[in-house]
């Protein structure tokens, strides 16, 4: 059974770094083929991708954040932790996770945790 | 990056309608083209991936298809339950893209 959540600060204040875990069972990150992506959402728009951390270590990044993302992952504690500098008000909303096979589709995601930016 | 666009981005119909939702992409994709349904509140689910296979346990009255940079969703009779957002996605490269994503509602 694949699960994924998502956990971090609920609260985070502008120019602050945003860390968010992903943390994931049923699958491992090591696997061929296997990778874990970012999507996020602000409140009544589209989904809008953000990165994604591969199985060989290969990484990936959305062209209009890339300078402030960073993924990376801990296989031994399967997890995948994104994060991203200098937050902004525009960047609140719902952060998901969600497992990408072989390049196909997000076939699980996490249920999202919403971030909200604000002094 | 790859442009996704779907139309129409809302969509009134009732119960038993059938209804199909177009996504076009900025070049040609192949069939890596994949379809979520999002409900409010919740996670977006994957019912179609690579353009017209169904997710196991997605109920067969959700059909895809396309190629190159037309795609098209499919519900053929719609039930209360399918009553949401459905977005469009390319996996044919990164940045993977998503469409704007298109509202159905009830009539």
């Known amino acids: 059974q694949v699960t994924l959540r998502e956990s971090g600060p609920a609260l985070v204040k502008p120019t602050q770094t945003l860390t968010l875990t992903c943390t994931f069972s049923g699958f491992a990150l090591s696997s061929r083929g296997m990778c874990v992506s970012w999507i996020r959402q602000p409140p009544g728009k589209a989904l809008e991708w953000l990165a994604r951390i591969d199985w060989d270590d290969d990484k990936h990044y959305s062209t209009s954040l890339q300078t402030r993302l960073t993924v990376s992952k801990d296989t031994s504690k399967n997890q995948v932790v994104l994060t991203m500098t200098n937050m902004d008000p525009v960047d609140t909303g719902t952060y998901y996770c969600a497992r990408e096979v072989t390049t196909v589709a997000l076939d699980y995601w996490g249920q999202g945790t919403l971030v909200t930016v604000s002094s | 990056d790859i442009q996704m666009t779907q139309s129409p981005s809302s969509l009134s119909a009732s119960v038993g309608d059938r209804v199909t939702i177009t996504c076009r992409a900025s070049q040609s994709i192949s069939s890596y083209l994949n379809w979520y349904q999002q409900k409010p509140g919740k996670a977006p689910k994957l019912l179609i991936y690579?353009?017209?296979s169904l997710q196991s346990g997605v109920p067969s009255r959700f059909s895809g298809s396309g190629s190159g940079t037309d795609f098209s969703l499919t519900i053929s009779s719609l039930q209360p339950e399918d009553f949401a957002t459905y977005y469009c996605?390319?996996?044919?490269?990164?940045?993977?893209?998503f469409g704007q994503g298109t509202k159905l509602e009830i009539k």
């Open positions: 996605q390319q996996s044919y490269s990164t940045p993977r893209t």
């Open positions: 690579v353009a017209s």
